[in-house]
Nanobody, 122 residues
Framework: QVQLVESGGGLVNVEGSLRLSCTAS????????MGWFRQAPGKEREFVAN????????DYADSVKGRFTISRDNAKNTLFLQMNSLKSEDTAVYYC???????????????WGQGTQVTVSS
């Protein structure tokens, strides 16, 4: 059982950068694969990126590949999403999630944070 809390969202200009963090409770964080998802108003929640429990393997949605970087610090129970070259299309609530499998579908994840708003203004 994991409790996740996202932070770092906010308002940023197009082509700007933000770094999101997701802090997990307890010391079981390193057992889980982690993912970032996002949901824009009126849209379905979509996969952004994920990372395996070691941090040695990552996967990115085509829409963010080359711009976003997912990483984790297991010693600090923290997941990160470095977001560069932001576009207006990146505006969404961003969620971190934990699961036992490294997959893209949201239903593969067992635990979710409440999200942090990212707004990219042009």
């Amino acid at each position: 059982q994991v409790q996740l809390v996202e932070s770092g969202g906010g308002l940023v200009n197009v082509e700007g950068s933000l770094r999101l963090s997701c802090t997990a409770s307890g010391r079981a964080f390193s057992r889980y694969n982690m993912g970032w998802f996002r949901q824009a108003p009126g849209k379905e929640r979509e996969f952004v990126a994920n990372i395996n429990w070691i941090g040695s393997s990552t996967d990115y949605a085509d829409s963010v590949k080359g711009r976003f970087t997912i990483s984790r610090d297991n010693a600090k129970n923290t997941l990160f999403l470095q977001m560069n070259s932001l576009k207006s299309e990146d505006t969404a609530v961003y969620y971190c999630a934990a699961g036992l499998r490294m997959e893209r579908p949201a239903d593969e994840y067992d635990y979710w944070g409440q999200g942090t708003q990212v707004t990219v203004s042009s």
